[in-house]
């Protein structure tokens, strides 16, 4: 879906300087910056995360090389400029905010999400497992080290295209990112996940394949500054016809916890995907939402407890017809509580709304 998108002064590479090259051809720096040195040994997943993210990689002397390019540093500026200008603060204002008003929970489910382990993490940085959901191939770590130069500087526009609108505003348009990697060699969803993992400082343990009711998946573990993780991708339809119950006998195994919707399509409006609603109803501790998740009418006030955080007039134009009465009419009747970031597409902070419905 298109969707505007707010625009940002990125920093721009003084390629003026540079030799001139011809299109395509890997061009090494005489006097590259300091901190993207030559290293040795065998890059792995980290240092591919690392890479992705603008970071110096540990491991890989292919890959430090090549991070010794103009080509680049391109790609690491503009990824350090949008993560410092926009989306670290962001974060940073996320966590601030659960920490006083979400309980911790160990497992996350975030339906529709696809790959947005970042702000997922953000919202529960102490959760221990993060089930993440959507349509989106897995795919796995790109095998960097053994590619041509060429090709692997090549797609790193494509990936920068793909993540810019989570990295600006907060969520995946899913159409550009599925084009944009598609056409590169950064297919699926695991390089958008490790570089996440970097650029919030955290440390790639481990990768590896998974199956859950017959769909794809792959599981990533990784450590930060609130210990272990474990971050479950499943690429499954969560539609009646294709939410079965291997899927989610899966899911309730993980245990009960928090289940988050953001820039969810207003799919569980949906009759056709009552199946996953009714299932995280039953079988979630709290829920925290905005506007295009689960409609407020199905909360039963005898089994929960809603507090209402930001603003709510209506859906953006695109969704005009998924407009909630019973939540306009619970914003006006309840004193909502300020809330400094945007979410989904109302990713102005001040036209933002977030519930916390936690059940008795």
């Given at each position: ?101 979400v309980a911790p929970y160990k497992v996350v489910n975030y339906p529709f999400g696809g790959p947005d382990l970042l702000y997922a993490s953000a919202m529960f940085p102490r959760a221990s497992q993060y089930n993440l959901m959507g349509l989106e191939k897995a795919g796995e770590v790109p095998a960097l080290e053994s590619l041509p130069p060429e090709e692997v500087l090549g ?68 450590q930060d500054e609130n210990g272990g993780h474990r971050a479950t991708y499943v690429s499954g339809d969560l539609s009646n016809g294709g939410f079965n119950d291997s899927y989610q006998q899966w899911l309730a195994a993980q245990g009960r916890g928090v289940t988050y919707f953001k820039a969810a399509s207003y799919l569980m409006h949906d009759d056709r995907f009552s199946k ?85």
């Open positions: 879906m298109n969707l505007r998108i707010v625009p940002i002064a990125l920093l721009a590479f003084a390629a003026s300087c540079a030799p001139s090259k011809k299109k395509g051809q890997v061009q090494y720096l005489d006097d590259p910056p300091p901190e993207f040195k030559t290293v040795g040994g065998i890059a792995d997943a980290n240092d591919v995360a690392l890479f992705l993210a603008g970071k110096p990689v540990r491991h890989g002397e292919r890959l430090s090389r090549l991070q010794q390019t103009a080509q680049y540093q391109d790609h690491q500026l503009e990824m350090r400029a949008v993560w410092r200008q926009l989306a670290s603060r962001r974060v940073g204002r996320m966590k601030a905010w659960s920490w006083d008003n797609a790193l526009p494509a990936y920068r295209r793909a993540t810019k609108t989570q990295l600006r505003v907060g969520y995946f348009i899913t159409e550009d990112m599925k084009s944009d990697l598609d056409r590169s060699s950064l297919r699926g969803v695991t390089p958008i996940m490790l570089g996440s993992i970097a650029l919030m400082g955290g440390e790639v343990k481990s990768v590896s394949g998974t199956s859950v009711g017959g769909y794809q998946g792959l599981e990533i573990r990784y996953a609603r009714n299932f995280f109803l039953s079988n979630s501790s709290a829920i925290v939402q905005d506007d295009s998740g689960i409609p407020i009418r199905h909360f039963d006030a005898n089994q929960w407890n809603i507090r209402y955080f930001g603003n709510y007039e209506a859906p953006i134009a695109l969704f005009a017809k998924h407009a909630q009465a019973e939540l306009k009419a619970a914003y006006d009747a309840n004193l909502s509580s300020p809330l400094n970031f945007g979410s989904g597409y109302h990713y102005d902070p001040a036209d933002a709304n977030l519930i916390v419905a936690v059940k008795r």
